[in-house]
């Protein structure tokens, strides 16, 4: 089992918590960006640097996956790729994509597009990136880990 992190829009301090997972259970980690990253020197961490573009770092990614992976991202079709393709999702928030809730996440995330494409307001954005996410993401990570990562 791999990795991968959908690194461009990734919170630091999400990095930095797999950073440290990475080390502690030698799982292999790829943060994968258009942009160059600097990570910790260390053989279970790397980075892929993609041309910039739409999608180029998503596009990588789910070809590069294998089933089994578990994936790091805020972006839902991407998400929905990774599910489709017998990999595993999980959110900067410490929300993990299912094949039970993706669909549904789509349809919103399809229809709030919609809405703003319409001139509909919206009021802002997610709200900042909190102690409680940081808190969320770890412990889905160490749950996730703790299940898959012997099982290979």
Request: proline content about 5%.
């Amino acid at each position: 089992m791999s990795i991968w992190v959908d690194a461009d829009a990734c919170p630091v301090v999400v990095k930095e918590i797999l950073f440290r997972a990475a080390e502690r259970t030698g799982v292999q980690l790829t943060l994968v960006a258009n942009q160059p990253m600097h990570t910790p020197s260390s053989s279970n961490i790397n980075t892929l640097q993609v041309p910039q573009g739409f999608d180029v770092a998503d596009d990588e990614i789910v070809k590069r996956l294998n089933a089994g992976d578990l994936v790091i991202t805020g972006d839902i079709p991407l998400a929905a790729e990774v599910i489709a393709k017998g990999g595993h999702a999980l959110s900067p928030r410490g929300e993990m994509h299912t094949t039970e809730n993706i669909r549904a996440r789509l349809n919103m995330r399809d229809f709030l597009d919609t809405m703003r494409s319409s001139g509909v307001e919206m009021g802002g954005g997610p709200a900042a990136f909190s102690q409680r996410d940081k808190q969320a993401f770890a412990n889905a990570l160490d749950r996730f880990l703790t299940k898959h990562a012997n099982q290979n």
